[in-house]
């Protein structure tokens, strides 16, 4: 984001040079996004002619094992065929070492293994470990590099830690595993990652709103009447039922995802564009949101399940018959809330957010509607009401800026039709192909931690969240499941904003 923000030259320099550490390196997101990522960082040449990636798993396999496992997997997952050269560099600077994550003796062996590769590829000892492993071995692995000295940082190298989502469960899991990860790193040199930050209309949002003139004087309760937020997702839970039995959608998509797409939208300007300027500001949103008191949670949210329905023409299971879901299973899979920030900007704006799986299609954008206005000057023309106007920001499938407003249509007679003003990520030309952790990947080889979360961010997402998952949690939802699938939630959800006299947006 700073590179973007900066207007720095098209041609960044390469990363720094590392070696990248991949725990869970046989994993499903080493080989569906890391992997293929990293390989297009080579074809940009962003990753440092010094460099070298290391895999650690269970897995019995060697170094041509592992090579020849990951090649099959970015053959199926890059989004681009494979330079024959390009490939064979690649695959050149690729490690493996057999390890259980508990096991002391396979550190040992890693940390022999890493003064080899560290000399080899003279990487000037520089390691960026990333935590592709279940979320209760963070602590551990961290714990296991530390006690053979490789969490510290010497002779002038750097060590740093991408650590994956889910970072705890709720505020008391958050503050203990941040609590165990400073005993043995700095806070600089934890990156906890969003995927969600990497793509590009989310790192567009600043930019939008701070490099455009027009918009900041009207970003504010004044103009603005309410904002919505939407992840929408077609697809079930598929293989991670039983993932998903333990996160429902609260804790997989609105407390990190959504919430951090609520930063930026609200946050005031940063002083800088500095890693920790845009975080503060980000921290002051969080802390400004008003927490919800046990009636406020039955008032103003809403949880859901989906049941059989039809998506795309196709039946599809309930989500109790799911496989590794329990058949009275009260998870939910769709969310939705209203919040109220207690600050200037924002005093007596709601914002309406909402998540949910099996949905009527795949669907993240984020309206902001203005207030309507005055009828006056078109009473005449016969007109009763004049819609709003709204700026519609499409984060995926599509990544759009859409504005609506009102023009008259040609003729004797005041007719007014709405119209768009839209602006496509299209209109730029052909875009690399990229999975979205390209941005991610490459930030964390030059130290910029910008687009990550700082502990205090993590914190105060959980504040905000885990009264409502301890209320949920003691108040099953009797009626799940309460929404078919292909639907667009349950009617509870559009009850939350319809008692406002708002409705949810569904652009087709």
């Known amino acids: 984001m700073v590179a973007d923000l900066a207007e720095r030259s098209v ?57 020849r496992e990951i090649t099959g997997a970015v053959e199926e997952y890059s989004q681009k065929s494979l330079d024959p050269k390009i490939w064979a560099d690649f695959l050149g600077r690729i490690y493996y070492l057999k390890g259980d994550f508990d096991d002391a003796g396979a550190y040992r062996r890693l940390s022999e293994r890493m003064a080899e590769i560290d000399r080899r ?3 000037g000892g520089n390691h960026l470990y990333y935590l592709a492993s279940p979320p209760d071995t963070f602590a551990t692995i961290i714990r296991q590099l530390a006690a053979v000295g490789l969490t510290r940082e010497q002779d002038g190298g750097w060590v740093r830690v991408i650590v994956e989502k889910p970072f705890g469960r709720d505020l008391h899991s958050a503050l203990q595993l941040n609590t165990e990860l400073r005993e043995y790193l700095h806070e600089r040199q934890i990156f906890r990652i969003d995927h969600y930050l990497g793509k590009e209309t989310v790192q567009n949002l600043l930019v939008f709103r701070f490099a455009n003139g027009i918009f900041e004087p009207i970003w504010n309760r004044r103009y603005i009447d309410h904002v919505q937020i939407t992840v929408a997702e077609d697809l079930g839970v598929g ?11 609260l804790r997989d998509i609105i407390q990190n995802h959504i919430f951090q797409l609520l930063c930026l939208i609200a946050m005031e300007p940063p002083a800088s564009l500095q890693a920790d300027a845009v975080h503060n ?67 007596g704006i709601p914002f309406y957010i909402r998540s949910g799986k099996r949905l009527s299609r ?23 009401s004049i819609d709003p106007n709204r700026l519609d920001i499409h984060i995926q ?5 859409c504005i609506g407003m009102k023009a008259k249509m040609p003729g004797p007679t005041i007719r007014i ?26 930030d964390g080889m030059i130290g910029d931690n910008t687009l990550f979360h700082r502990a205090d961010i993590v914190e105060a997402s959980w504040r905000i969240a885990t009264p409502i998952l301890d209320f949920w949690q003691a108040t099953p939802a009797g009626e799940f499941p309460n929404y078919a699938a292909g639907s667009w939630g349950p009617a509870a959800a559009d009850e939350l904003l319809l008692k406002d006299g708002r409705y949810w947006v569904c652009e087709e």
């Open 362 to 384: 795949r669907d993240t954008h984020i309206s902001i509607q203005f207030r309507r206005p005055p009828l006056l000057l078109f009473r005449h023309a016969g007109l009763d």
């Open 397 to 401: 499938p599509t990544e759009a800026i």
């Open 281 to 347: 500001e980000k921290v002051k949103v969080l802390d400004s949101v008003r927490l919800l008191s046990t009636e406020g949670i039955r008032h103003d949210t809403v949880r859901g399940q989906y049941g059989e329905g039809v998506i795309h023409g196709e039946k599809v299971s309930a989500y109790r018959n799911e496989a590794k879901v329990s058949p009275a299973s009260y998870t939910e899979t769709y969310a939705a809330m209203k919040l109220s920030l207690d600050n200037w900007r924002w005093a």
């Open 239 to 249: 293989s991670r039922g039983a993932f998903y039995e333990r996160a429902g959608a």
């Open 417 to 442: 039709k709405n119209v768009k003003l839209h602006f496509s990520y299209r209109d730029f030309g052909p875009q690399s192909p990229a999975t979205g952790y390209e941005r991610l990947l490459y």
């Open 121 to 123: 590829r003279q990487t």
């Open 11 to 67: 041609a960044e320099r390469p990363g720094d040079a590392c070696a990248f550490i991949i725990f869970g390196a046989m994993g499903d997101l080493t080989r569906r996004k890391l992997l293929p990522s990293l390989y297009n960082l080579h074809c940009l040449h962003l990753l440092p002619s010094n460099f070298a990636i290391v895999g650690f798993a269970r897995r019995d396999l060697d170094d041509e094992g592992f090579r």
